[in-house]
């Protein structure tokens, strides 16, 4: 049971980076006010940055369906 609880937990955090990196992107695409007083290094560090977010978000959540699938939370696939 806690490991279904451990997986649960790294799949809300691996949700949520996802949920900021897309929120991050969006405003640093579509909204002046969400770049500020940003200079150009600074505007490309943080969209870097946020897509890095969003990269390993994603990879952790496709590992989480992988090996841990929620048909059976209790069961460990070997790769």
Do not use: C, W
């Not at 609880?5 to 900021?20: E, M, P, R, Y």
């Not at 500020?36 to 369906?65: M, P, R, Y």
């Amino acid at each position: 049971m806690s490991q279904f609880k451990v997986i649960t937990a790294l799949k809300a955090q691996a949700n949520a980076d996802k949920a900021k990196a897309l929120m991050s992107l969006d405003l640093l695409t579509t909204n002046g006010v969400g770049i500020g007083d940003h200079t150009a290094n600074d505007f490309l560090k943080d969209a870097s940055e946020s897509l890095s977010l969003l990269v390993k978000a994603e990879d952790t959540l496709d590992a989480i369906e992988r090996y841990f699938p929620e048909d059976n939370p209790s069961k460990v696939l070997n790769g």
